[in-house]
Nanobody
Framework: QVPLVESGGGLVQAGGSLRLSCAAS????????MGWFRQAPGKEREFVAA????????YYADSVKGRFTISRDNAKNTVYLQMNSLKPEDTAVYYC???????????????????WGQGTQVTVSS
């Protein structure tokens, strides 16, 4: 069983919106936090947002603050990334990840996560 499965990517015009979903299964829904990262062609994977399962505390990269919202549905073991006011520079493969690290300070980097999804493509046209 795949631990994390993303969905919701696609092609959208600049200024539009998309909502990504990440369904957690198995051991991943006993993790402390969930994060979203993205990787554009030729660039390193970068942090986008993270959320604590228990109390819903959220954290964002400066580049998406005010435009993206991370949320979770504990009953469905699902994390969402609502992306509004999309820009061409938001084009990337978006990955969700699960972290067993208790402290949120670890959630901003790739090595703070224990499981990764397969990624979903988001393309924003100008």
């Amino acid at each position: 069983q795949v631990p994390l499965v993303e969905s919701g990517g696609g092609l959208v015009q600049a200024g539009g919106s998309l909502r990504l979903s990440c369904a957690a299964s198995g051991r991943t829904f006993s993790s402390y936090g969930m994060g979203w990262f993205r990787q554009a062609p030729g660039k390193e994977r970068e942090f986008v947002a993270a959320i604590r399962w228990s109390v819903g505390s959220t954290y964002y990269a400066d580049s998406v603050k005010g435009r993206f919202t991370i949320s979770r549905d504990n009953a469905k073991n699902t994390v969402y990334l609502q992306m509004n006011s999309l820009k061409p520079e938001d084009t990337a493969v978006y990955y969700c990840a699960a972290s067993y690290a208790q402290y949120a300070s670890r959630w901003f980097k790739i090595d703070g996560y224990d499981y990764w999804g397969q990624g979903t493509q988001v393309t924003v046209s100008s």
